[in-house]
């Protein structure tokens, strides 16, 4: 069997415990992109397209997404190759609030997740991306969905050091006040005076 990258860091006699740092950890080595460089001309298959999708949604190219989704790129095509990724995962792990915006027009799928159980909203919250989460909590992402580890997206925030985005995605606001909690977190502090 082969082990991925994460497996070979992971001591052996910690495996079997879910700690919080090996879930920050995880999530800071899968957020990297992995582009595979694949440019799908005309005659490409839908394969070929989807997969030049997930590219575009990881650069956050909110054009390219429109233009291939309209080719008939699947706009929840799933990476088996590569943790099980979406464009929409994608798009939100580079943080990327136009393409995000873009693949929910287009009928992205957002309880979709990667191999982790975590969805669109899991990744947005653990690195901080504020403006998707808040696209991603006004298109309806559940903030209630677990991860393989039986974290919400709340829980993968504060254990990511993303205590802001703890506090406004967590269960016990109601909510009608997440999207005013993260726009306050989205508008800049003012000065005193």
Avoid at 45 to 58: M, N, P
Avoid at 173 to 181: E, F, M, P, Q, R
Wanted: glycine share 8%.
């Amino acid at each position: 069997r082969l082990l991925s990258t994460w497996e070979r860091q992971v001591p052996e006699k910690s495996k079997g415990r879910v700690r919080p740092e090996d879930s920050a950890a995880q999530l800071r080595m899968v957020a990297k992109p992995r582009l595979r460089g694949v440019v799908a001309g005309l005659k490409a298959t839908r394969r070929e397209r989807s997969e030049e999708l997930l590219d575009k949604a990881s650069i956050g190219d909110a054009n390219a997404i429109q233009r291939l989704v309209s080719m008939n790129a699947d706009v929840n095509y799933v990476d088996a190759g590569r943790d099980d990724v979406t464009p929409l995962i994608n798009a939100a792990s580079a943080g990327s609030r136009p393409a995000v915006e873009a693949l929910i027009l287009c009928r992205a799928d957002l309880t979709l997740f990667d191999r982790f159980g975590w969805t669109a909203l899991h990744r947005a919250a653990g690195l901080g991306h504020v403006g998707v989460v808040d696209a991603l909590v006004e298109a309806g992402a559940s903030r209630k969905s677990r991860d393989s580890k039986g974290l919400e997206p709340a829980e993968l925030a504060a254990v990511a050091g993303q205590d802001a985005l703890r506090t406004a995605l967590s269960s016990n606001v109601a909510d009608s006040n997440v999207l005013a909690l993260l726009q306050q977190l989205k508008s800049p502090a003012k000065a005193p005076g």
